[in-house]
């Protein structure tokens, strides 16, 4: 593409200001176009520093962007992301891709039979470590993930009326869930759910091929800072994902690379397609129907 994609953010929260608009400013190959929130004076807040247009509205924003990026809500996200792909623009989603896996199916189906390209902000999987001891695995028979941190109990996603809602699960969830089918094979089943107190769930998955894993997951633990831990073993022995963890900020800039080459290609698959949101969206619906 000779001139920069752009790019327009619905939503002005904390995850679009520290995320989103200033990564669609630093890559070459984008420009924050435009933004459009509930509310005008935090749209303008966050347009302000980069030059971007404040929309009045959805389809304002919609006719001055070649690519669309969420930070609301998933109820939110799925209203709107299909109107997006109708009108061919390129969607970098959230997790979960919506509420429900019926939504989340609109999705899919509205990017596919528009040939849009969809990524999914699976933060973790776009950093090096993680691909690497991905790439790195092998003989792999079990597995175990914890995520415990305390982001619903301060700080501004506490905030957040949707995730006190909903909880880990379909917050921090999506991630855990991503990993552990990323690294024993597609998740299957839900063998066993349990969900305690204070929001903390225990799942044993089963994957395909036969291996089992067991993730733990609460927002509402006070560790400073968040615990999160994945380890596999098997014939090969044990081996655990360590070591420095990629800030956000540089994963996004890995999405955004990623993201161009599959529009330049005209290409829509990739590890984090919309179709992995989807399986991901039908994992978390079978976990809640287990407990």
């Given amino acids: 593409m000779s001139e920069a994609l752009r790019v327009g953010v619905v ?14 400013d630093a890559h070459p190959g984008t420009r924050l176009a435009a933004v459009w929130a509930r509310r005008r004076d935090a749209a303008e807040a966050l347009a302000e520093p980069y030059g971007a247009e404040v929309a009045g509205g959805f389809d304002e924003l919609l006719s001055d962007v070649d690519a669309v ?27 979960p891709l919506a509420a429900d896996l019926a939504r989340a199916q609109a999705v899919v189906d509205a990017a596919e039979e528009s040939g849009v390209a969809g990524l999914l902000m699976l933060t973790r999987r776009f950093a090096p470590e993680v691909r690497a001891w991905l790439a790195g695995l092998d003989g792999v028979r079990g597995g175990i993930g914890r995520w415990l941190a305390g982001a619903l109990l301060a700080g501004d996603y506490a905030a957040s009326e949707w995730r006190q809602k909903e909880g880990a699960l379909i917050d921090a969830g999506p991630h855990a869930i991503d990993l552990l089918d990323a690294a024993l094979g597609q998740i299957e089943r839900v063998h066993y ?47 655990q994902l360590a070591g420095r963890r990629t800030a956000a900020h540089e994963c996004y800039s890995v999405l955004l690379d990623e993201f161009l080459e599959l529009i330049r290609d005209g290409r829509t698959e990739h590890p984090c397609d919309l179709r992995r949101g989807l399986h991901i969206q039908r994992i978390l619906a079978e976990v809640q129907s287990a407990v």
């Fill in 193 to 239: 759910a349990r969900l305690d107190p204070d929001d903390l769930w225990t799942v044993v998955f089963g994957h395909a091929g036969g291996a089992t894993s067991t993730l733990t997951v609460s927002l509402r633990v006070p560790v400073q800072p968040a615990l999160v831990e994945f380890s596999v073993y098997g014939e090969n022995g044990h081996t």
């Fill in 11 to 24: 939503g002005a929260g904390p995850w679009a200001n520290r995320v989103h608009a200033p990564g669609l």
């Fill in 69 to 95: 990026a969420f930070a609301v809500p998933p109820a939110v996200q799925a209203e709107l992301a299909p109107k997006a792909a109708r009108a061919g623009k390129h969607l970098i989603m959230e997790k």
